[in-house]
């Protein structure tokens, strides 16, 4: 089991820069896979970003074209996201999610055992 916090949304103009951070707690930070998701008003809840338990494996979502970057630091048992050159269509809540070791999928919401309660990023024109 293992509780998690997101902090770092916040309102920004597009173009801009956001870095979210997740905290976690309970079981051994390394003993999860790790992802971002985000859901908008009336959207599903979309993948955003995975990286596996020892941060060598990340993927992305098409949508980020490089513009952001998962990281974590496993040390602090922390998960981080950042987001460079935002757009409008990033605003969302923004969700930290942990899957138990080994799980595969990690782009789908279902592979994910753990959520945060999300924090906000709004991005302005």
């Known amino acids: 089991q293992v509780q998690l916090v997101e902090s770092g949304g916040g309102l920004v103009q597009a173009g801009g820069s956001l870095r979210l951070s997740c905290a976690a707690s309970g079981r051994p930070f390394s003993d999860y896979d790790m992802g971002w998701f985000r859901q908008a008003p009336g959207n599903q809840r979309e993948f955003v970003a995975a990286i596996n338990w020892n941060g060598f494996d990340t993927n992305y979502a098409d949508s980020n074209k490089g513009r952001f970057i998962i990281f974590r630091d496993n040390a602090k048992s922390t998960l981080h996201l950042q987001m460079n050159s935002l757009k409008p269509e990033d605003t969302a809540i923004y969700y930290c999610?942990?899957?138990?070791?080994?799980?595969?999928?990690?782009?789908?919401?279902?592979?994910?055992?753990?959520w945060g309660r999300g924090t906000q990023v709004t991005v302005s024109s």
């Open positions: 999610a942990a899957a138990p070791l080994g799980t595969r999928g990690l782009d789908v919401l279902r592979s994910y055992r753990y």
